[in-house]
């Protein structure tokens, strides 16, 4: 029980200098790639091939503009 007072002490501490230190800074708080998405960029990593997910939602995109595509030919 020792120990995990004493651990739950120093994680405390550690915790209350982080947090003085964010209030005297008064930065906003940013992600591990320093707010990458203020600069308006629209992908995050620094990945050669976007992931799976990335490409799932290209795809659909795409295909959402073909439609709409589709759509304006046929009002012509």
Known sequence: ????????????IVVTI???GYIFQKKKIKGSCGGISDL??????DCD??????KEL?????????EEELINIKNI
Do not use: N
């Open 1 to 12: 029980m020792e120990i995990f007072i004493i651990t739950f002490v120093l994680m405390l």
């Open 58 to 66: 290209i795809k659909r995109l795409d295909e959402q503009q073909r």
């Open 49 to 54: 091939e976007p992931c799976d997910k990335r």
């Open 40 to 45: 308006g960029l629209e992908k995050i990593c």
């Open 18 to 20: 982080m947090s003085v």
